[in-house]
Structures are given as C-alpha cells and as structure tokens.
C-alpha cells in the first residue's frame, strides 16, 4: 500500500483537506443558522461562539490551503505537457483527457471550471470568517448581519462545492500518477 | 431581562427569548467592517471573473497572466485577483470602519459582485468570448 508524492499531494489537497473544509462548513453553518435570540441561553452563548469562531476560521483557512496547494503543487503536474514523442500519456493528465475520445469534456468543462470558480472560496470565507470573528454575540441580535454572514458563508461553499466535484470526477477520469 | 413571549405556531405553543445588546453585554458596532469585507471579497471574486474572461478572450493577454510557468496564466489570474481582494480590504475598511451604511445597497451591490465572479468564471460563459 503506497501512494506517490503525486498521490499523496492530490490526497492531501482533495481528500484531507476537501474534507476538512466540509466538516468546518457544516459546523459553521448550523452555528450561525442557530445563533438565533430564541434559540441561545446566556450560559450557552460563549460556547457555542467559540465553537463557531474556530468553525469559520478553519474553514477560511482550509480554503486558503487547498487553493494554494491545488494550484501551485498539484495543477502543474496536471497541465505539464509531455515530451515530443510520448505515446503513453497516463503522467500528463491533461493530455490524456484531450487525446481520449469522450473524455475531453472533463478539461474543457470540469477542470476549466475547477480551477478559477475554487479561488472565489478563499475570498468569501475570509470575509465571512472576519464577520464571526469581529462581531461575535453582535450576531445574536443582528439579524443581517448574521445572513450576510451566511450568504457568505454558502456562497464560498458553493464554490468550493463545484469545484471539489469537478475535481472528483477528473481525478476518476485521468489520475495523477 | 430578555423579552419572553409565548406564540401559537399550527397549534403548537412556542416560547420565544428575545435578547437585546446590553442583556449579552454587547456594544454593538457600526456595520462598516462587514460592508468593507463583504465588498473586497466581492471585488476580488469580479476580478476573478474578468481575468479568466479576459485571458479566455485575449492570447496576448493570457501570455501576459503567464507570472510562473509551470501554472500558466492562472497563476496570474489568482495573483492579481487576490490583491484585489486585499487592497480593496484595505482601502475601504479604514473608510467605512465607523461608518453605519444601509444594508440594502450594499448587499446589491456585493451581490451583483459575486454573480459577476461566478460568471466569468463559468467556461460556458467565458467560452462565448474565445477567438473562432
């Protein structure tokens, strides 16, 4: 059982991290969609702030990582064109895909996609993060705040969302060995 | 004391706890803060959009996103995109950092911002503007 740096990158930045992104969204959201004036005790207020306040955090951070690492460590290894004269293409993941009949879809559609529509999450989730972090209890009592917060907050999982699909089913489709 | 009421949901009695600032010893502050993050982050996002449409438009352009090799243009696109996000941060959060503005505009317009980034970045839209 072993995995190649190249493996192990790709695991990392989809599997690891996608994964972890996942897990600080769906906590994030269910913290700030529950923030609400009836639903929260003053005794349950500074746990479940703190709770949320780490939730976004981690996710900003984790969207931050996995666009970074996704597009200076494993997109180059994706788009490297071959040498002249290589038949086997099974290394250049996006040649492979362009030369296979019905399988071009996945790098003109899916990973043209993927790789521009991801860098919108850093961004969104960084803004959402600074709301939860600066305002705090304020969230509580102001309504919209807290759905601008929110919007954010889905509008950087939508991104990430599309993107780690399209990254799914591209990784199924050309591997990077 | 936090406002207690008592509502009648579908038959279903429900008990409601409004709390206000000063019960959860909250000083509230102006809205300016999360405007000026909201409208860099949205900023940023439209910029994202224009780039990818642009390169996806333009070949000479694309060359010139061409900041490090082994990613291609992309690597512009992410670079000048997120310094949009950070200067755009940065200008506006000391001007708006005591300001309390209408949240109608502001959420249009970031929103109108957003739209524009996930569109421009959305191949079958960018794909429109590709040479023949």
């Known amino acids: 059982m072993e995995l190649t740096n190249r493996e192990a990158w790709t695991a990392a930045h989809g599997m690891i991290f996608g994964a972890l992104f996942l897990l600080a969204f769906a906590g994030g959201l269910a913290g700030l969609w529950s923030l609400r004036p009836e639903w929260v005790t003053r005794a349950g207020v500074s746990e479940r702030m703190l709770r949320l306040k780490v939730g976004v955090t981690g996710m900003a951070l984790v969207a931050w990582v996995t666009t970074i690492t996704g597009t200076y460590i494993v997109y180059p290894w994706y788009r490297a064109k071959p040498p002249q004269g290589t038949t086997d293409l099974t290394h250049y993941p996006k040649s492979l895909l362009l030369a296979t009949s019905g399988k071009a879809e996945w790098h003109k559609f899916g990973m043209e996609w993927k790789e521009h529509v991801a860098w919108l999450s850093p961004m969104l989730a960084t803004a959402a993060a600074f709301i939860v972090l600066y305002y705090g209890n304020q969230l509580i009592v102001d309504r919209r705040l807290r759905w601008a917060a929110i919007v954010l907050f889905v509008a950087a999982f939508a991104a990430a969302g599309a993107a780690g699909l399209m990254g799914a089913f591209i990784t199924k489709a050309a591997p990077l060995q | ?132």
């Open chain 2, 1 to 132: 004391m936090a406002t207690s009421t008592m509502r009648s949901d579908g038959g279903k009695r429900i008990d409601e706890v409004t709390w206000t600032a000063e019960e959860l010893d909250i000083v509230e502050k102006p809205n300016g803060p999360a405007a000026a993050a909201l409208l860099a982050a949205a900023f940023g996002s439209l910029v994202m959009g224009i780039l990818t449409t642009g390169a996806a438009a333009y070949t000479g352009f694309a060359d010139k996103l061409n900041l490090q090799h082994r990613v291609g243009p992309l690597s512009g696109k992410v670079t000048f995109a997120g310094l949009a996000f950070v200067v755009a941060w940065a200008v506006l959060a000391p001007v708006l950092w005591k300001r309390d503005l209408a949240w109608t505009p502001v959420a249009v317009l970031a929103g109108a911002l957003i739209v524009g980034g996930f569109t421009g970045t959305f191949p079958k839209f960018f794909d429109l503007f590709a040479p023949g």
